[in-house]
């Protein structure tokens, strides 16, 4: 690895970019926090959250992946499966399609005995394969001998891939998460008029039959978070780095412009600083060394640092589907504000009574 290269990108090489908190920790991120969208669209979100230590930032990390509720499919009853895959296989996958209902919608279902309009929603799926309609199947005797890639007996290779077409007696029938219907229960049809509950997406594949076989199933979903199970996760993608920060410390150096991607200096930095931070691609700079070409100037390495902000984080989160990753950041939050202000009721509440026994 070259000189010039970032050692240990673990260890920030600047502690002042983390300031010293003395004093009441809420007023100081009350006064320093920021918080700026830089994308967004259906999919994803990117933004800078700044002002904050790095137990803050992974503590919303980890409440978008856990705690952020959603809904998903939690109990199958199956009537027909007469397909390859298992009852208890096709169960998991119903589970694991992402459902797009919103969850402020529903009430918690702690019993499925409980089950009602307002904590559940139920999904009907009934697909039946087209019985064989070749006129004379091959007895599966006569297959025992045959070779793989041969013909069928009294059937040459054009037959076989005719016979593989719709209609033919090797059609296969595919079972796709858009077969699901969803079937409104007492008032739902009425106060989630104009938002009807369904998979986000149509094409993922369950299970597949082969002609005269069917599945017939009912599926019941209910509100959850990740914690219960990860196909309760709204996300898939929730991950932040530290910004990174790049430093000239001596006016003779250029400002060398990297290769291939775009450069993390500003040419336009004023000419009488000593000590120029120039980070105006930090977004682009996920390793910082591969940004810069290799200079001819042998004592580069002592007049350039490569350091991450302590404060600075750059979130990206990709949605699951189910709600939008706006959505999501917003939920986060209100989750992480409630459990604080149920901490400070309790550590209110337990010093009052330390001041009693007193």
């Known amino acids: 690895m070259a000189s010039y290269a970032v050692e240990d990108r673990s260890v920030r090489a600047i502690p002042a970019n983390e300031p010293e908190v003395t004093g009441d920790y809420a007023a100081h991120v009350s006064k320093t926090m920021k918080l700026e969208i830089t994308h967004a669209d259906d999919e994803t979100v990117e933004f800078d959250l700044s002002g904050v230590d790095v137990s803050f930032a992974n503590a919303l990390r980890r409440i978008m992946l856990a705690e952020v509720p959603t809904m998903a499919i939690e109990t199958v009853y199956v009537e027909q499966n007469e397909g390859v895959v298992q009852d208890e296989v096709l169960a998991h996958r119903l589970g694991l399609v992402p459902i797009a209902a919103d969850p402020r919608d529903f009430e918690e279902l702690l019993d499925p005995e409980d089950a009602t309009d307002a904590n559940t929603i139920v999904f009907g799926l009934e697909v039946r394969a087209p019985p064989n309609t070749r006129p004379n199947p091959i007895p599966s005797a006569r297959r025992v001998d045959r070779l793989p890639g041969t013909p069928l007996p009294h059937q040459d290779s054009d037959d076989e891939e005719e016979a593989r077409k719709p209609g033919g007696h090797l059609h296969t029938t595919k079972v796709y998460s858009g077969d699901l219907k969803w079937l409104p229960q007492g008032e739902q049809e009425a106060f989630l008029a104009g938002r009807p509950v369904k998979p986000v997406h149509d094409d993922i594949l369950l299970a597949k039959l082969r002609p005269g076989q069917s599945i017939v199933l009912e599926a019941h979903g209910r509100k959850g978070i990740g914690q219960d199970h990860a196909k309760f996760s709204p996300v898939s993608t929730a991950a932040y780095r530290m910004r990174a920060v790049v430093e000239v410390s001596d006016d003779d150096v250029p400002p060398y412009v990297p290769v291939k991607r775009p450069s993390i200096f500003d040419e336009d930095a004023s000419p009488d600083c000593t000590a120029r ?78 001041s009693e026994a007193a």
């Open 277 to 354: 931070s120039r980070p105006h691609a930090a977004h682009a700079c996920k390793v910082c060394e591969p940004l810069l070409s290799k200079p001819s100037s042998e004592n580069f390495a002592d007049k350039v640092r490569l350091t991450r902000r302590g404060d600075h984080f750059l979130f990206r989160v990709e949605t699951a589907g189910q709600l939008a990753p706006l959505r999501i950041v917003r939920d986060a939050v209100a989750v992480l504000k409630a459990k604080c202000d149920h901490w400070r009721r309790e550590l209110e509440v337990a010093g009052g009574g330390l």
